[in-house]
Structure formats: C-alpha cells, structure tokens
Nanobody
C-alpha cells in the first residue's frame, strides 16, 4: 500500500522561498509520476507541477512556471517542489500525489495522495 508524506511547508514572506518534499513508500518509486497540487480555502484543488517517472519530462501550471521547480531523487524515493518568489496567492495546502509513469494535470488521474502541508505567504 503506497504512502506519501509531505513536509517543508511553513510561513514565509512574499518573495521568499520554500522547498517541499514528498517521501513515497510501499511502491517502486522509479515507476511513478509525481504531481503537486494545491488547495486554497473555498477553492478547488488545482494542478501545480508534475514530473514523469524518469525525471525527463516536467509540466507546470502557468501561474507557477518560472518560479517553481519540480524534481525527484529516485534513490531517496522523494519528490521535491522548490518554490521561489512566493506570492500571497500561493497560500494553500500543498499535496503530492502519484500515478504510474506519465504525468497528468488532472487530480482524478492520481491514485494516492499525501496528507498535505500548509504554505502561507504573508504580504
């Protein structure tokens, strides 16, 4: 049974940076595409970034492209989301999720999710 555990959230001022981590257990990490999503209060969960099983392909939401970077370390069973130049509108709970091999921007395509980590950006 696959488990995902996020960490790295917190409170940061606008313009600051955070790095989120997602550790995966219970399944061969190197066969998984990893996605990051976020959900702000009163809003639907939205796609942020995704990376394919090998790390050769990434995808980003327009709102974060150029500021955020997704990566993975298959030796550590961990996916990362480096978030730079943070804005107050980035405030949300951030979730990681997994699916086989190839990325998707659709939450329903992902089979397992972490519990989420809160990111708060103050102005």
């Amino acid at each position: 049974q696959v488990q995902l555990v996020e960490s790295g959230g917190g409170l940061v001022q606008a313009g600051g940076s955070l790095r989120l981590s997602c550790v995966v257990s219970g399944r061969a990490f190197s066969n998984l595409a990893m996605g990051w999503f976020r959900q702000a209060p009163g809003k639907e969960r939205e796609f942020v970034a995704a990376i394919n099983w090998s790390g050769s392909s990434t995808d980003y939401a327009d709102s974060v492209r150029g500021r955020f970077a997704i990566s993975r370390d298959n030796a550590k069973n961990t996916a990362y989301l480096q978030m730079n130049t943070l804005k107050p509108e980035d405030t949300a709970i951030y979730y990681c999720a997994q699916k086989p091999y190839f990325t998707s921007t659709t939450p329903a395509a992902y089979g397992s999710w972490g519990q989420g980590t809160q990111v708060t950006v103050s102005s």
